[in-house]
């Protein structure tokens, strides 16, 4: 017999199944508790809550272990490339040499947006955050891809969308840096591997192939690899939620888009290095702005430490640490953040504050320190994340549908006033 769990409420005890995933964790599954009891279950931010079963990305957040489809993240952000991870998240397995170049033909061939979408840009304000620009252009693929909104798609109309997707986002991206400079966008060139002609469209210029140099094409594949899927967070909960209306594959990952953008999730690469550069201005005193974390009455939080699952070093911040150092090094830059951001860490690791919460340095502590190395503008950070995940996202919306899963509802407990008598609007 399989295992269950007792649940006692009054006189009465309820048999709940226990199910157990591959690397071992364990579930109450409470989806009939409401039909056999009346209850529901509160969890408030879904900290003791399993959404899904998933079989893309596995985190142990108390050893610091992710794996993507079964692979160290460690193995594919040394070993791969970002393309050939998004067919492992996409696909669930490595593809052969022949996938590979049939998957890397395709998304080369739909690089190019409807030339109708550079109007966007005339409409967005001049300094307006590439996020929300992002999201308002991603949303707007599907008005320019009306197939796409049909119900029913076939398994190859779906992957051709999902072809696209990975094509266009690249090229917008791209192109929402060049209309931030005022400069003329840059068309992709099929030549070029992804990453290559991602650098291509958004340093190069109209005239000349400029050359893009092989430790920046490694250093983006790494970053773009170590944000490819981080199973069901605020952003692919997102995702998946609004995928489960119905809703077509551009208009869920807009919406994921939008989730990733605060600075709690994606937006704190941005506020991690707006805050190293505030602590370098201020002089550089490292312990005062610990003591300001640490400060209830302060609403200041050290940017780029602390994280939902993790309770121990994230696997990608440890990644992206040893790359900072050979990435500046390789690319002859010196950067003072990257001083203050290794002195905080040190801080903060041996405070009791930090040690007793279990907060480490994320994923998002040392990646804008890179993204700066490579030229990037602060508020483009958190676009390169959504480039980054957006296999993932796609993963994850795939999996909701092949699976099937039903439209997400989440239930409440209303703690609101009961019976209250309408009265006209000069009596009150
Ligand atoms: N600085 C100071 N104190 C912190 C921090 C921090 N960065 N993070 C958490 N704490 C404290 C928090 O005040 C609380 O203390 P107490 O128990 O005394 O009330 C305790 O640690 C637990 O924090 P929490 O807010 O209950 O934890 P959470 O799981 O709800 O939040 C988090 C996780 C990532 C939102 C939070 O750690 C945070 O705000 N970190 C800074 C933002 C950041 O770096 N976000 C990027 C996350 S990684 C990228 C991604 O995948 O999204």
């Not at 490339?81 to 696909?91: G, P």
């Not at 995702?239 to 939008?258: E, F, K, Q």
């Not at 704190?268 to 201020?282: F, H, R, S």
């Not at 990646?367 to 190395?373: E, K, L, Q, R, V």
Request: aromatic residues 10%; charged residues 25%; contains cysteine.
């Amino acid at each position: 017999m399989s295992e269950t769990a007792q649940l006692k409420i009054g006189d009465k005890t309820y048999e709940l199944p226990v199910i157990e995933g591959t690397e071992g964790e364990k579930a109450i599954d409470i989806s009939k508790l409401r039909d056999q009891s009346g209850f529901v279950t509160l969890d408030i931010g879904y900290k003791n809550t399993g959404a899904t079963k998933s079989a893309i990305t596995f985190l142990d957040g108390e050893v610091g272990i992710l794996k993507y489809r079964g692979y160290p993240i460690e193995q594919l952000a040394e070993q791969s490339t970002f393309i050939e991870v998004a067919y492992l998240l996409i696909y669930g397995n490595l593809p052969t040499e022949e996938q590979l170049k049939a998957f890397e033909y395709e998304i080369s061939h739909h690089t190019l947006v409807h030339e109708d979408m550079k109007k966007f840009f005339d409409g967005f304000p001049s300094g307006s955050h590439p996020m929300g620009q992002l999201s308002s252009l991603i949303g707007a693929l599907a008005a320019f891809n009306p197939a796409s909104l049909k119900q029913g798609l076939t398994a190859e109309e779906v992957n051709l969308e999902i072809i696209k997707l990975i094509a266009k986002m690249s090229t917008l991206v791209s192109w929402i840096y060049k209309k931030s400079l005022g400069h003329p966008v840059i068309y992709p060139r099929n030549k070029f591997d992804y990453v290559t002609n991602f650098m291509h469209m958004t340093f190069g210029q109209r005239t000349e192939d400029i050359e893009i140099d092989p430790v920046v094409v490694s250093a983006m594949n790494k970053l773009l690899i170590l944000h490819a899927d981080h199973e069901q967070n605020c952003s692919t909960s997102t995702v998946r939620i609004v995928g489960s209306s119905d809703a077509n594959l551009y208009a869920s990952i807009s919406a994921g888009i939008s989730a990733l953008w605060g600075p709690l999730h994606g937006g704190a690469n941005q506020a991690v290095v707006e805050m190293l550069q505030k602590i370098k201005e201020d002089g550089g005193d490292v312990d005062k702005w610990v003591a300001k974390a640490k400060d209830k009455n302060d609403s200041f939080r050290l940017m780029g430490f602390g994280h939902r699952v993790y309770k121990n070093f994230d696997p990608r911040a440890k990644i992206i640490k040893k790359a900072c150092d050979d990435i500046l090094e390789k690319l002859g830059v010196q950067d003072e953040t990257l001083d203050i951001a290794k002195k905080l860490e040190e801080v903060a690791l041996s405070d009791p504050y930090f040690v007793e919460r279990k907060l480490y340095p994320n994923v998002d502590f040392y990646s804008g320190i890179i993204y700066t190395a490579l030229g990037f503008p602060t508020e483009m950070f958190t676009v390169l994340f959504a480039l980054g995940r957006l296999p993932g996202w796609i993963a994850q919306w795939k999996e909701m549908k092949t699976n099937k899963e039903p439209i997400g509802r989440p239930r409440q407990i209303y703690v609101g006033e009961v019976n209250r008598e309408y009265t006209d609007i000069k009596s009150r």
